[in-house]
């Protein structure tokens, strides 16, 4: 077997597989003032905030060219590759899985396996990075496959944003239009369930939602009952990041903490300022 592990733009890579042979990235567009940006290409997450306070319409995301996508599996197969493991942001907030399971059997010569991570960002960039290191390892995709579905069942995320309007605005909030009216001062804490971006709670100041993510992300561990990750993710608000990280070490001093960013396609679902807390299996 020799297989090809792609993903989208929307995780957030560790530094040890960024140029890994092996690793391709399909950008995703993001649309600014009719302006399209190849997520990663085009526009960084830095710029993209500036651009995104300036705009004059709201920002939107599209799923990547569906032929662009194709040419991408056809120039793998003609370098090789028999087997394309696809990993992509979670099918509850992008069709983009779904799109990439009505063509995998055209691709001739190469089997091609869409994955729905369920996630994004650092987590799924987790799982991205762990099944390049397990194919180095010499695993079989079976067992690529089952170790990213236990990262996938052990992966929880919980984010604070500072303003529901842009998930409502984008349809990626589940009863989103019904929650907002009666959230004005409460502090929601947002979670992915099944892939979806649900409330998890509603909380009546930001250092109240901090702490109950803190302790939540306490239980999960408990649960997880494996070796953990954990990741403060941000959306241009590094500083709070950081503070985030401090108190999360201090809470759980054994705990590996890392902190990455929302890059321009979450960050314009979430909006500047958010802050994400998620924990994964290893």
């Not at 762990?130 to 052990?154: C, F, P, V």
């Amino acid at each position: 077997m020799k297989l090809a592990v792609v993903t989208d733009s929307s995780a957030f890579l560790p530094e040890t597989i960024q140029n890994h042979p092996d690793l391709y990235i399909i950008p995703v567009p993001v649309i600014i003032d009719g302006q399209i940006y190849n997520e990663g290409i085009d526009i960084q997450a830095d710029e993209y905030y500036t651009m995104l306070n300036s705009s004059k319409e709201f920002p939107t995301t599209s799923q990547p060219a569906l032929g662009e996508v194709i040419e991408l599996y056809e120039n793998l197969v003609a370098k090789g590759y028999d087997t394309i493991l696809s990993i992509h942001l979670s099918g509850g907030i992008s069709g983009f899985v779904a799109t990439l399971n009505t063509i995998k059997d055209e691709i001739k010569g190469a089997k091609v396996i869409p994955y729905d991570s369920k996630i994004t960002s650092m987590p799924m960039g987790h799982m991205v990075e762990s099944a390049l290191q397990l194919k180095d390892a010499g695993k079989t995709l079976t067992e690529i496959i089952s170790h990213l579905d236990i990262i996938r069942d052990n992966t929880y995320a919980y984010l604070i944003v500072d303003d529901l309007n842009n998930l409502v605005r984008g349809g990626r909030l589940t009863n989103g239009a019904a929650l907002i009216g009666g959230l004005l001062k409460i502090k929601p804490i947002l979670t992915f369930n099944d892939g979806k971006i649900e409330l998890f709670e509603k909380i009546r100041s930001s250092k109240k939602a901090f702490n109950r993510a803190e302790e939540v992300i306490g239980q999960r561990d408990q649960e997880i009952n494996r070796p953990v990750k954990l990741y403060v993710i941000h959306a241009n608000n590094l500083t709070v990041a950081k503070e985030e990280k401090q108190k999360l070490a201090e809470k759980y001093p054994n705990a590996d903490i890392e902190i990455g960013y929302f890059g321009p396609v979450i960050g314009t679902h979430l909006g500047e300022k958010a802050i994400g807390i998620a924990i994964s299996a290893v």
